[in-house]
């Protein structure tokens, strides 16, 4: 019996998948390291697929009825630790602004944290729409920054800098629009 035959059970589970978008961020930090075209493209595209497996994990765990308390823990902070690490390395290359990194991380440090107080008081915990959306508009400035050369005469940086600022304008406005939705539990 071959490999993909024996461990396809696991392979698809949520879970694997949540792993292994944890595991790819060691991977990406040290391609990152490596500043030149080929590790920067290669940086994309495993960026890339860790993203790709966000959506397939929930969207598994959903279709399948495999939602677990492992998953759902497991799951934000392993897209956390991607977008920070990533985000982070990009300031150290000098690929973008720190400021922009700093908002962006700090925002979802403090919306986990908000999650987890909506957890404890048996709230809804689940992503917006509008954070859906800067999920996405995140994803869509790390590609072109992380490759960051110009590939085939298209300037990857100027594209990634127009997602960026777009990722933060819907980082700040779902930031907000999580707490202004909470503010009852929280006693302000």
Known sequence: MG???????IIFTPNFLTLLRIFAVPLLILLLLFDNRVTTFFAALVFSIASITDYLDGFLARKYGLVSSLGKILDPLADKLLISSVFIMLVSLDFMP????????????AVTGLRSIL?????????SMLGKFKTGFQIAAVIPLTLHY???????????MIMLYLA????????????IKSKKLLHF
């Open 3 to 9: 490999f993909y035959k024996k461990y396809k059970h």
């Open 150 to 160: 110009s590939y085939f005469g298209i300037d990857f940086v100027k594209i990634g």
């Open 168 to 179: 933060l304008i819907l980082t700040l406005w779902s930031g907000i629009d999580y707490f």
């Open 119 to 127: 957890a404890e008081h048996g709230e809804d915990v689940a992503a």
């Open 98 to 109: 720190a400021w922009i990194a700093c908002i962006i991380v700090g925002r979802e440090i």
